[in-house]
Nanobody, 113 residues
Framework: VQLQASGGGSVQAGGSLRLSCEAS????????MGWYRQAPGQERELVAV???????KYADSVKGRFTISRGDAKDTIYLQMSNLKPEDTAVYYC????????WGQGTQVTVSS
């Protein structure tokens, strides 16, 4: 599976960004897709995940501010990020779960105060 993420950038606190991730080339069913992030010096952490059935899970730190959704193309997901905070600054990674986990390249999100 190839994952192409886009949409990162720099915004001021309170601003919004939308990340996109398109999966291609999978020979297996994608059971879930999601977003993780990694800030400098910290471990990679879950941000949000969307199952093939439409179930969602969010990190407590982003609940009410971020929304994960699926595009018209089944293997495309979005992460709408609103009311961004400086602590949201990180490299955001898209992943997809088939019989194993696939990772895309990261996209940088920088939130300034």
């Amino acid at each position: 599976v190839q994952l192409q993420a886009s949409g990162g950038g720099s915004v001021q606190a309170g601003g919004s960004l939308r990340l996109s991730c398109e999966a291609s080339g999978s020979e297996f069913t994608i059971n879930a897709m999601g977003w993780y992030r990694q800030a400098p010096g910290q471990e990679r952490e879950l941000v949000a995940v969307l199952s093939a059935e439409g179930n969602t899970k969010y990190a407590d730190s982003v609940k009410g501010r971020f929304t994960i959704s699926r595009g018209d193309a089944k293997d495309t997901i979005y992460l709408q990020m609103s009311n961004l905070k400086p602590e949201d600054t990180a490299v955001y990674y898209c992943n997809a779960a088939t019989y194993r986990i696939h990772w895309g390249q990261g996209t940088q999100v920088t939130v300034s105060s």
